[in-house]
């Protein structure tokens, strides 16, 4: 499977714990962008990613969310000390061309995330 | 402020049947507007694209029409099947910026 993957799908944790999620783009992308969804709404902005570069930051995104890129490949997203209203859905998507027209992000399956 | 508003919010038809989702949007100045089928617990998928340009696309039972000057559009379903309940959702991108606006969707249901 060539697409977007993310790691873990699912992911339960008590307030208070710390939680990291993964996405692997689709190779040699090198635009990769954090989305989060709630139930019954569209993607809202978190934050993206140039190659390794962090580019911009929502004001979605407290001091409590940390996402890196390291090595301009895969991403992550770390929430600490996590609170219900983080619960969600985190979805990452990845771009090859962004100065193009028909500039598609394509999307991962997301990770459910569930505070509790 | 770049907005995108859907209508209706959810919608329920039988199979078979043919049903049109609205996208109202404020963005500019404008670059593209997709369309994506997103089932539940699962990621978006691109149905259509269309720049400035292009007023309507088909991609197998799904045509989506634009209009540039009244900044509307539509998906239109042609003979659903169980498989089209979905949620639908309508994003616009601007031509001088990156991010994306997204529509709230529109969840679809199919009965038998």
């Known amino acids: 499977d060539t697409g977007v993957s993310q790691d873990p799908r699912h992911k339960i944790t008590k307030r208070g714990q710390n939680v990291t999620f993964r996405c692997d783009p689709i190779s040699e992308h090198n635009r990769l962008y954090w989305y989060r969804q709630t139930l019954g709404q569209g993607p809202e902005f978190l934050t993206y990613?140039?190659?390794?570069?962090?580019?911009?930051k929502s004001r979605l995104l407290s001091d409590r969310f940390s996402a890196e890129r390291p090595k301009g490949s895969f991403s992550t997203l770390e929430i600490q000390r996590t609170e219900q209203g983080d619960s969600a859905m985190y979805l990452c998507?990845?771009?090859?061309?962004?100065?193009?027209?028909?500039?598609?992000?394509?999307f991962g399956p997301g990770t459910r995330l569930t505070v509790l | 402020k770049n907005q995108v508003e859907q209508s209706p919010q959810s919608l329920i038809i039988l199979e078979g049947k043919n049903c049109t989702l609205q996208?109202?949007?404020?963005?500019?100045?404008?670059?593209?507007l997709r369309w994506y089928k997103q089932d539940t617990g699962r990621g978006p998928v691109s149905l259509t694209i269309?720049?400035?340009?292009?007023n309507t696309k088909s991609n197998g039972r799904y045509t989506a029409t634009l209009d540039a000057d009244t900044k509307q559009s539509s998906l239109h379903i042609t003979a659903s099947q169980l498989s089209d309940s979905a949620s639908y959702i309508c994003?616009?991108?601007?031509?001088?910026?990156?991010?994306?606006?997204f529509g709230a969707g529109t969840t679809v249901t199919v009965r038998a």
């Open positions: 996208c109202n949007y404020t963005v500019s100045p404008f670059s593209n």
């Open positions: 994003v616009v991108s601007a031509s001088n910026d990156y991010k994306l606006s």
């Open positions: 269309m720049t400035f340009s292009e």
């Open positions: 998507a990845s771009t090859a061309n962004p100065g193009q027209a028909y500039n598609e992000q394509f």
């Open positions: 990613f140039q190659n390794e570069a962090q580019l911009e």
